[in-house]
């Protein structure tokens, strides 16, 4: 046993607490300038349209011949903004954390950064193909498991979040909300690829679900 642990100076923990709380922030921060650089590099292949074979066009032609195109990032960069949502409101609860959180959410990240890959490829195909509405829409299942998976981790480990923060069902609604929706989505698109991308043109209505339970009190909340 470490018996410097127990003898510790009851004013070292007050100063450790602070930079356990730093190192928080600084994973939240860093977390949020990752997820901003993906959201960025989204639209880095309608820049690509936008050169001088395209001059003569009008801008209304110019949308029209990348309609698709432009309907992807659209659609990417939202799910990414509800992923970072999910994300916030997950981390705006926490007071500690451990490794295997960092860890978990390290993978989350990765995930999210390699978001604007199957986005590319959707991009460049002038057929939608079965395997590359696959790709993305996995990239995005893993996404939300990965967040799901953070959020449990969490319930289970009641002294990583304040005292007073949300109930456990309410802290999970919005992270299974949108795991069934992409699994929905990757299970038809391996059937149809349209039809597994029109899926996620329910996404509002699974989060606004999410958002009634989370606005509903829980008995504990009553009490």
Known sequence: MNEDAGCADPRQVPDLRER?????????????????????????????????????????????????????????????????????????????????LVLLNTAWLMAVVFLPFPTA???????????????????????SLLALTQAWWVDRHPHLRAPKSQSSARTLAAPVALSVTFAAATLTALVSPTAGLLVLIGLPLAQAIAARLTRAPSTGDRE
């Open 20 to 100: 356990r709380q730093r190192t928080l922030q600084r994973t939240a921060a860093f977390t949020d300038g990752a997820v901003a650089i993906a959201l960025t590099l989204l639209a880095l292949p309608l820049v690509n349209f936008a050169d001088a074979s395209t001059a003569r066009q009008s801008v209304a032609e110019l949308f029209a011949a990348h309609l698709g195109d432009i309907l992807s990032f659209a659609v990417s960069f939202l799910v990414i903004a509800l992923f970072w949502r999910t994300h916030r409101h997950l981390y705006e609860q926490l007071v500690d954390y451990d490794e295997p």
């Open 121 to 143: 490829r959707l991009f460049v195909e002038t057929h939608l193909r079965t395997d590359s509405a696959v790709l993305y829409l996995s990239n995005m299942l893993l996404i």
